[in-house]
């Protein structure tokens, strides 16, 4: 095993699967006590069985405000410290701004947003007599727009903005807390491949050709290449780095 999150605790939410899954991983190979939460119990539980015994997993609404209180709680009486907080768990709904109705609108932002809020929140509360670092993962999508994507741009934009404010609280208080953005381009994981999976063969060949003609590296991403741009956030190795943006996307916003 590596060591570059020795002696380390983190949380990592929606970490039952996709980029929630790999970070979680990645992590726990490098050393950390990684506790994982997501609201699909069973599978976060097989995800962490999956890890071993430096995982644990918590079923974890992350719009619930209360239980933020209460899951960090239990990890600060059962571990004393929290390190690194990854506010990851989030949704897609697509829609336009003429099209969207105020209820997707609502609960794309409840879940990727207003909980991203909540988690930095707590966060904040639980590290700041200690340091540590918290990684609000945004998209691409928070940088540039989509038409089809009217809410899910306003959430994602929300948090790379969000991430700014609550790191120069935290330089300004003198916490010692990084909180960094990280925007992924498009990465195979089961929220993309649901997407591609509801269009017809047609519109799928489409989309594929104009993805893959737009990427300049030529492919989709892997789960492990949004892990890694996490783990250098975690790690004392970004310790220079807070208020950020880690950019990783094949190179789509480049142009
Ligand atoms: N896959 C991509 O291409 C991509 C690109 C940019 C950004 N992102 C962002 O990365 C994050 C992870 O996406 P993914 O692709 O791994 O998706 P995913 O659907 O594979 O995983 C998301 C996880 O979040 C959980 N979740 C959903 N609502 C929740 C809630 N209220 N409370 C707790 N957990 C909840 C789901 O159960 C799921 O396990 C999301 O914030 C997403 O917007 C993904």
Request: charged residues 20%; negative net charge.
């Amino acid at each position: 095993m590596a060591s570059r999150l020795k002696d380390k605790v983190a949380l990592v939410t929606g970490a039952a699967s996709g980029l929630g899954e790999a970070t979680a991983r990645r992590f726990a190979h490098e050393g950390a006590q990684v506790y994982l939460t997501d609201i699909n119990q069973a599978a976060v539980q097989a995800v962490a069985d999956s890890i071993g015994d430096s995982a644990q997993a918590h079923y974890q609404d992350v719009t619930d405000e209360a239980a933020w209180e209460t899951l960090i709680a239990e990890i600060l009486a059962a571990s004393g410290r929290l390190d690194i907080v990854v506010n990851n768990a989030g949704i897609a709904l697509t829609g336009s701004a003429e099209d969207t109705s105020l209820e997707d609108w609502r609960a794309v932002q409840s879940v990727n947003l207003d909980a991203v809020f909540l988690g930095t929140r707590a966060a904040i509360r639980a590290m700041k007599h200690q340091g540590g670092s918290i990684i609000n993962i945004s998209s691409i999508e928070g940088i540039i727009g989509e038409p089809r994507a009217a809410a899910y741009n306003a959430s994602k934009g929300g948090v790379r903005i969000f991430t700014k404010s609550a790191a120069l609280h935290c330089a300004s208080e003198g916490y010692g807390i990084r909180v960094n953005s990280v925007h992924p381009g498009f990465i195979l994981t089961p929220m993309v491949e649901n997407g591609l999976g509801a269009l017809s063969p047609e519109e799928l060949a489409a989309v594929e050709a104009r993805l893959l003609g737009e990427i300049p590296l030529g492919a989709m991403g892997e789960p492990e290449d949004i892990a890694n741009g996490c783990l250098f956030l975690a790690s004392d190795e970004s310790k220079y780095m807070t208020g950020s943006e880690l950019v990783i996307d094949g190179g789509y916003t480049a142009h």
